[in-house]
């Protein structure tokens, strides 16, 4: 599928019109390499010290997101059960965790509204409405405002890709956006994901054309996380595992806890 599509994709997402997360790429010719001038990342100062990490489980509420067969529940299930386990391991390695939303609810327009302008971050109002989807931009309104108040180390956005016509595909990928202001600390922390990854990590640095909404309005370090191809067969069998899940969750804390302390350590 090409890159068009996963614009497209976006584009319906901010129109609240998105049905799935996964924008399946052909191949993975599409790697690219960050090119910003920083090369560390700057650790937002917290008075109790702590990392914090703000979670985002893809899709949710009317907005199931993949929903193919080999998935046991849809996209917005299996992306909730595993930002709870992230949860749970990183609160277990010292980190404060931050969720965009439990599964259960979400927060209002207003809520939202009112963060955003206590914290000075932008946003186009008619963007942010009362319904019963959280779409991809009023979440990474909310996380900028987050952001602001009590210093987000790392965003994570969790999604399962898809791609009907190519069941043959199998992988995992990661989306940041190329002119984030860490992205080249974000391109250190793709890449070492993937090696804890067995190397199956597809790394994309998106210009802003190409970026994924949810990572495009945002000042702090944000990515995208594609967990699989629920329509390939052996990536649904792993994303349907609880114990797969935990593993792949326990492999993402750790990275994610290394990768800060390497910097606060600077």
Known sequence: MSRYIKILAAVMSLLLLCSCAGRGREN?????????????????????????????????????GCDTDLLEGTEADVTIEIALILKEKLEELGVKVIMTH?????????????????ANVEYTDEDIIDNDIFSAYERAIYASAIAEEEGIDLFISLHVNSIENHP?????????HKGNPFSSSLK??????????????????????????????????????????ATN???????NSPEWRRSFANELANCTVEWISSFEEK
């Open 28 to 64: 993975g010719n599409e790697q690219s390499d960050a090119t910003a001038e920083n090369d560390q990342i700057i650790i937002y100062p917290k008075a109790d010290g702590k990392k914090v990490v703000c979670i985002d489980a893809g899709h949710g509420f009317r907005d199931v």
């Open 102 to 118: 439990d599964g259960k609810s979400f927060p209002s327009a207003d809520e939202i509204k009112a963060l955003a302008k206590k």
């Open 168 to 176: 043959e595909i199998s992988r995992y990928e990661i989306d940041y």
């Open 188 to 229: 250190i922390f793709s890449e070492n994901l993937s090696k804890g990854l067995d190397n199956e990590l597809v790394i994309y640095a998106d210009e802003f054309d190409d970026a994924f909404i949810v990572t495009k309005p945002t000042t702090h370090p944000s990515v995208l996380l594609e967990m699989g191809y």
């Open 233 to 239: 067969k052996n990536d649904s069998e792993k994303l």
